[in-house]
């Protein structure tokens, strides 16, 4: 019984990165012996057992074959007789088939660490076109180390392009769909993982409303990057990293693509044009509801939040109200920073101020200021104490707008 670092603790050692957690496969041994030992077993479809001290994963060493599509379609072969390489060789990438013994030393039957130098993301095996979700782990990968010179080889983004073609990425689950790209998105590059995506013909497939975007022209006096997809890249890249502010910048735009040609680059009433696709698509991947909620507002009212300075105080209120602002101030803060990064995320204005965001920011902490309380001491009470607390908070917001000096404006 020989126990090995596997994966990316190996990669990312070599990396010279932060190592958060350690998996380890067990060769030349047995469920029974693993037992006797302490371990827990916590696998449902192979044999994985946590240790009894430290609580790492211990995978016995295996095989797959393919027996089905989609990600759950593989019969699984455990047994002491597997060796350490032929577990390696069924793993997605070269630069994630290390493994490392006890006393520290490296093995790389596959060129691993050739590809880390390289800064390569490659398959393995040809065995790769077997899992479809491995596409969007390889774009995730290249989310993720993009800002260290990683791309994707040539050949597994021609690998990945023949499983999309043979309807592969099809039978993927929407559960395991959205925690690849839940995770993708909070990576470094998010732009990346839409950009390998769509390169390798996935994006069509799991996102059309997004792919649709890339080609879509803008008006060059609002968008000086012009094509829609462009600048949701450049959007992604400008949000924090939060999920629910990526998602919700990464589809606050797909009304866009339903835009008539003839009235092109023009896209008035983008905003109502997508709430439908934005449903449709936080239903078909299970998104979150309060992430759907978020991007919703977002979707619709992004344009209120870049004119704040226009709008009349019933105006703003109207948002706040749509938007739950006052109940839910954390998710009107995230609100915010997807208007910001939507009004950033365009070329050469990466840099721009945006008060508008401390301007409503300023307008909900006015209109929640209004104290009820007060309201029920003068007597108002029922139906009549919902009007005046309306009434009390419409007028906190336009004392602000008759006082308010935007940075820039005194």
Same mark, same amino acid.
Request: charged share 30%.
């Given at each position: 019984?020989?126990?090995?670092?596997?994966g990316?603790?190996?990669r990312d050692?070599?990396?010279q990165r932060?190592v958060?957690?350690?998996?380890?496969?067990?060769?030349?041994?047995?469920e029974?012996?693993?037992?006797?030992?302490?371990f827990r077993?916590v696998?449902?479809?192979?044999p994985?057992?946590?240790?009894?001290?430290?609580?790492?994963e211990?995978?016995?060493?295996?095989?797959?074959r393919?027996?089905?599509h989609?990600?759950g379609?593989?019969?699984?072969?455990?047994?002491?007789e597997?060796t350490?390489?032929q577990d390696?060789?069924r793993r997605?990438?070269?630069v994630n088939a290390m493994?490392?013994t006890?006393?520290?030393k490296?093995?790389?039957?596959?060129?691993? &660490? #050739?590809?880390?130098? +390289?800064?390569k993301?490659?398959? %393995?095996s040809? $065995?790769?076109?077997?899992?479809p /979700?491995r596409?969007?782990?390889?774009a995730?990968?290249a989310a993720?180390?993009?800002?260290?010179?990683?791309?994707?080889?040539?050949e597994?983004?021609t690998?990945?392009?023949g499983?999309?073609d043979?309807?592969?990425?099809?039978?993927?689950?929407?559960e395991?769909?959205?925690?690849e790209v839940?995770r993708?998105?909070t990576?470094?590059?998010p732009d990346?993982?839409i950009?390998?995506?769509r390169?390798c013909?996935?994006?069509?497939?799991l996102?059309?409303e997004?792919?649709?975007?890339?080609?879509?022209?803008?008006?060059?006096?609002?968008h000086?990057e012009?094509d829609?997809g462009?600048?949701i890249? &450049? #959007?992604?890249?400008? +949000?924090?990293?939060?999920?629910? %502010?990526?998602? $919700?910048?990464?589809?606050?735009? /797909?009304?866009?693509?339903?835009?008539?040609e003839?009235v092109?680059?023009s896209?008035?009433?983008?905003?109502?044009?997508?709430?439908?696709l934005?449903k449709?698509v936080?239903?078909r991947?299970r998104?979150?509801?309060?992430i759907?909620a978020?991007s919703?507002?977002?979707?619709?009212?992004?344009?209120?939040c870049?004119?704040?300075?226009?709008?009349?105080?019933?105006?703003?209120?109207?948002?706040l109200?749509?938007?739950d602002?006052?109940r839910?101030?954390e998710?009107?803060a995230q609100f915010?920073e997807?208007?910001?990064?939507?009004a950033?995320?365009?070329?050469?204005l990466?840099?721009r101020e945006?008060?508008?965001a401390?301007y409503?920011?300023?307008?909900?902490?006015?209109?929640a200021s209004v104290?009820?309380?007060?309201l029920?001491?003068?007597?108002?009470e029922g139906a009549e104490l919902?009007?005046?607390?309306?009434r009390?908070r419409?007028?906190?917001?336009a004392?602000?707008?008759?006082?308010?000096?935007?940075?820039?404006?005194?």
């Amino acid at each position: 019984m020989k126990c090995y670092l596997v994966g990316g603790a190996v990669r990312d050692h070599l990396l010279q990165r932060p190592v958060h957690e350690r998996d380890w496969v067990v060769v030349g041994a047995t469920e029974t012996e693993m037992r006797a030992q302490g371990f827990r077993p916590v696998g449902k479809d192979f044999p994985v057992f946590l240790h009894p001290d430290s609580g790492e994963e211990y995978a016995l060493a295996r095989t797959e074959r393919k027996s089905g599509h989609g990600y759950g379609g593989f019969t699984v072969y455990a047994s002491p007789e597997v060796t350490l390489e032929q577990d390696l060789q069924r793993r997605d990438l070269t630069v994630n088939a290390m493994a490392q013994t006890e006393d520290g030393k490296i093995v790389d039957p596959y060129g691993g &660490r #050739a590809d880390l130098e +390289a800064r390569k993301l490659r398959h %393995v095996s040809p $065995a790769f076109s077997e899992d479809p /979700l491995r596409i969007l782990r390889v774009a995730r990968f290249a989310a993720r180390y993009a800002p260290l010179g990683f791309q994707v080889a040539d050949e597994t983004m021609t690998l990945m392009q023949g499983m999309v073609d043979a309807g592969e990425v099809e039978h993927l689950v929407p559960e395991r769909v959205w925690k690849e790209v839940s995770r993708a998105l909070t990576e470094p590059r998010p732009d990346v993982f839409i950009r390998v995506l769509r390169d390798c013909g996935a994006l069509r497939v799991l996102l059309p409303e997004v792919d649709c975007l890339f080609g879509v022209p803008q008006p060059p006096l609002h968008h000086p990057e012009i094509d829609t997809g462009d600048h949701i890249l &450049r #959007a992604l890249c400008q +949000a924090p990293k939060k999920l629910p %502010v990526r998602f $919700a910048v990464l589809v606050h735009d /797909l009304g866009k693509g339903v835009t008539p040609e003839d009235v092109l680059p023009s896209h008035r009433g983008h905003e109502a044009a997508g709430l439908p696709l934005v449903k449709d698509v936080c239903r078909r991947l299970r998104v979150p509801n309060p992430i759907t909620a978020l991007s919703l507002g977002v979707c619709e009212y992004h344009l209120h939040c870049h004119r704040a300075f226009e709008l009349r105080p019933q105006t703003i209120m109207k948002m706040l109200r749509a938007l739950d602002a006052l109940r839910r101030p954390e998710r009107f803060a995230q609100f915010l920073e997807s208007c910001e990064a939507d009004a950033r995320g365009r070329k050469g204005l990466e840099d721009r101020e945006y008060p508008q965001a401390d301007y409503l920011r300023a307008a909900r902490e006015a209109a929640a200021s209004v104290d009820p309380q007060a309201l029920i001491a003068e007597g108002f009470e029922g139906a009549e104490l919902g009007k005046a607390l309306e009434r009390a908070r419409l007028q906190a917001v336009a004392d602000l707008k008759s006082t308010y000096i935007a940075p820039g404006q005194d």
